[in-house]
T-cell receptor, first 109, second 114 residues
């Protein structure tokens, strides 16, 4: 059975800290891995990763994929209270996304 | 484009009543997905359509749930009869084929079954 596992489930940090969120997967017909941010509404797209070892960056967020070890990490540096959200990892196989349960990040001032 | 449109945004109903959730996908998107999200189970895929045809409904919890897509611009998810355990946020999303980074979610319908 296809599965996507995220860790930790929950994370509490102070502003300015750096965090690393993990996503491992076992999915047949892997095509790409995506990261989403979900605040009190619908998930919004952050990154899509298709190739191993190539880092994607957007401001303080970055992500990388390891297709040999079947995992990805999402890094957030110099966290801000606005980074507080649930971060979802999803794997795209042939035509659908398989989501992990998410990591809830809380950033306190 | 207005994005994915869902209605209603909130629904409160009593156990046993029929509930119909509606979705208008982004024009030009040929995939449509229905998800359910709860604290306990996270985001679950219920069913998805390609070119208005249901492809995989293995996530539909039971026969009380049904979904239709009569045309490229409209889909419904129906629960009949509803039960308290159906309380959740239901998201609709649409996507252009083979381009997962084009999957956009609607704002969701928060369903409460009393």
């Amino acid at each position: 059975e296809d599965k996507v596992v995220q860790s930790p489930l929950s994370l509490v940090v102070h502003e300015g800290d750096t965090v690393t969120l993990n996503c491992s997967y076992e999915v047949t017909n892997f095509r790409s891995l995506l990261w989403y941010k979900q605040e009190k509404k619908a998930p919004t797209f952050l990154f899509m990763l298709t190739s191993s070892g190539i880092e994607k960056k957007s401001g303080r967020l970055s992500s990388i994929l390891d297709k040999k070890e079947l995992f990805s990490i999402l890094n957030i540096t110099a966290t801000q209270t606005g980074d507080s959200a649930v971060y979802l990892c999803a794997v795209y196989n042939t035509d659908k996304l398989i989501f992990g349960t998410g990591t809830r990040l809380q950033v306190f001032p | 484009d207005a994005g994915v449109i869902q209605s209603p945004r909130h629904e409160v109903t009593e156990m046993g009543q029929e509930v119909t959730l509606r979705c208008k996908p982004i024009s030009g998107h040929d995939y449509l997905f229905w998800y359910r999200q709860t604290m306990m189970r996270g985001l679950e895929l219920l069913i998805y359509f390609n070119n208005n045809v249901p492809i995989d409904d293995s996530g539909m919890p039971e026969d009380r749930f049904s979904a239709k897509m009569p045309n490229a611009s409209f889909s419904t998810l129906k629960i009949q009869p509803s039960e308290p355990r159906d309380s959740a946020v239901y998201f609709c999303a649409s996507m252009r084929g083979y381009e997962p980074d084009t999957q956009y979610f609607g704002p969701g319908t928060r369903l409460t079954v009393l």
